[in-house]
């Protein structure tokens, strides 16, 4: 009796320990993030190889979600992912190469505006030496 019931505890506990390992976010690193929001242009400055992400308000409204409606250039930079934290919605991108590129996000609710990120990835300066 006492060896099931300890069995039954074990079980529970490893139950929970695994229940709760998907419950965090799939990026550990968000990078630089910048801020933006309905009807805003942000600008980031980017260096080739560096992670970025553009945060949004999170509508707590089931389906007012935010999506990516204008790509960025695969040149200039890569989508990674989409994660929701703490009332912020957050796109992970990684800077690529040297250039200009326009990020349009559109929350799905009716009649809300675009938030608009301006990136730019450039080389960083090199110092005589």
């Known amino acids: 009796m006492r060896r099931t019931a300890a069995g039954l505890l074990v079980a529970g506990l ?7 390992c998907g419950a965090g976010s799939a990026v550990s690193d968000f990078g630089t993030v910048v801020r933006g929001g309905e009807g805003t242009t942000a600008k980031a400055e980017l260096r080739p190889g560096q992670r970025f992400t553009l945060a949004v308000p999170a509508d707590p ?13 695969t040149k200039v930079a890569s989508f990674i992912s989409e994660e929701q934290q703490g009332g912020t919605t957050y796109f992970v991108f990684n800077a690529k190469r040297p250039g200009t590129t326009e990020i349009r996000l559109r929350a799905a609710a009716p009649a809300t505006g675009e938030a608009v990120f301006d990136v730019t990835v450039r080389q960083p300066a090199r110092t005589a030496g």
């Open 61 to 73: 409204a089931p389906g007012d979600d935010w999506e990516l409606v204008a790509v960025p250039d």
């Open 14 to 20: 490893m139950t929970v320990l695994v229940a709760g």
